[in-house]
């Protein structure tokens, strides 16, 4: 089908450069005023001023869509998130809140164990269920993309299950996934001490299985002390390059390791939270090879201090952001709230923001080419805001201000009694 959406007051089409855009560039957001999106057969055909998409030989007979004057950009790219678990971490929340520390919740069966726990006594068609169920809420939100990990399972037939259930999901929700294998999140319980031992068993035993499978398009680690090492990423990159998979990393979240220039020799498309981030890193990632992806709904979730956006982005990077959405640290889906947190907390400009959530989160997981902005031949992923100016999207927060979103081409969500 056809669809040619009329009236969009602000038009932010990302356009620019093909590849992520970095320092100064993350200023730009390709403002049409008065813009019109031409679309067919799930990918656009002319995004820009009213009049000249309204010549394209294809605009005649397309079903108009009329947005009302309101902000169009394109659907956010959540790079960044653990949406597979079986259930929410309630007690650990409310014993956080009355100060017990994070030794003292997992030494009383709380912390990531319970939600390893949770996901090997789990069937893959009830964890594939609540991924379908959360997906929902994400895309409510206005979130088209969304890259889910494993990493509760922490043994192979667990992980495998994981994977599994991101593929089961994915044929039953609009939401485009893209999976992300990180066994290498945590040492398991029944290998405590055995970390060496561990990693073996991630890079010889799991990892070719889940290629073997085509279950993942990245493999990750969480380097950080007291989980895995520089050495340990170093192995885990070179078993995930030679099974075919891309690479990312949790870097520099609670201390810093180190981590960020191997990841970036490595050609890793993202090294995420970056809390702890010092200027030789920053230097390093200059020049956006590889996307710095910030996740501060999790810094917010827990009270601690946010990674140095403003800084990066003055040294040249290229900045994403992601919700890490995640049943123990960020159970938040709403990628508006993220945006207002970076602008907020962090000193991003709306522009800024706008562009992590967007095109460079399609660039932090490799699809820069065909995601992230409205753009002749890309796929036509579109959100329309009920705003009036694209600034009111961080200015206002705490509920979602989606009026319609297309995934596709495909209407995959509307507002009640709205209809496209």
């Keep these: 089908m056809k669809r040619l959406i009329l009236n969009a007051g602000q038009l932010l089409t990302m356009s620019g450069p093909d590849r992520a855009r970095c320092g100064k560039e993350m200023s730009s957001i390709g403002l049409v005023r008065d813009g019109a999106v031409l679309v067919e057969d799930g990918k656009i055909l002319a995004a820009g001023l009213r009049d000249l998409v309204l010549k394209h030989e294809a605009a005649g ?12 950009l394109p659907g956010f790219v959540d790079s960044h998130s653990h949406a597979v678990f079986a259930q929410p971490r309630l007690a650990d929340f409310e014993s956080r809140l009355k100060g017990e520390t994070y030794e003292q919740i997992a030494a009383s069966g709380g912390g990531i164990i319970s939600t390893v726990n949770g996901v090997r006594g789990a069937s893959e068609q009830i964890l594939a269920s609540g991924l379908a169920h959360r997906a929902e809420r994400f895309l409510e939100c206005g979130t088209t993309t969304l890259e889910v990990k494993s990493g509760y399972g922490l043994d192979i037939e667990s992980e495998l299950k994981m994977l599994r259930a991101i593929k089961s999901a994915a044929g039953h929700c609009l939401v485009e996934f893209v999976p992300t294998f990180i066994g290498a999140h945590a040492v398991p319980p029944e290998m405590a001490g055995r970390r060496e031992e561990y990693v073996r068993r991630v890079c010889e035993e799991m990892l070719p299985k889940v290629a073997a499978e085509k279950l993942a398009r990245f493999a990750d680690i969480f380097c950080e002390k007291g989980f895995f090492t520089l050495e340990d990423s170093g192995r885990v990159f070179a078993a995930a390059a030679k099974a075919g998979l891309g690479l990312k990393i949790h870097s520099e979240q609670l201390s810093r390791s180190g981590s960020v220039a191997p990841a970036v020799a490595a050609k890793a498309a993202s090294v995420d939270h970056l809390d702890c981030v010092d200027d030789a890193d920053m230097k390093v990632l200059g ?17 601690k201090p946010y990674p140095p956006a403003r800084k990066l982005i003055d040294r040249g990077a290229a900045v994403a952001l992601a919700t890490d959405f995640n049943p123990g640290t960020c159970p938040c889906w709403d990628m508006r709230m993220i945006v207002s947190i970076a602008c907020t907390q962090m000193k991003m400009t709306p522009e800024e923001a706008l562009v992590a959530a967007t095109i460079n989160g399609a660039h932090a997981l490799g699809l820069g080419k065909t995601h992230g902005s409205l753009e002749p031949g890309k796929q036509a992923d579109l959100l329309c805001y009920d705003a009036e100016d694209y600034r009111e999207i961080p200015y206002y927060f705490g509920s979602t201000g989606a009026v319609w979103v297309m995934k596709a081409g495909a209407v995959a969500h509307a507002r009640e009694g709205f209809k496209i």
């Design 287 to 303: 020049g956006g090879g590889t996307v710095a992806c910030l996740v501060p709904g999790s810094n917010y979730f827990l009270g």
């Design 61 to 72: 007979d397309a079903r108009i869509v009329d947005a009302g004057g309101r902000v169009v």
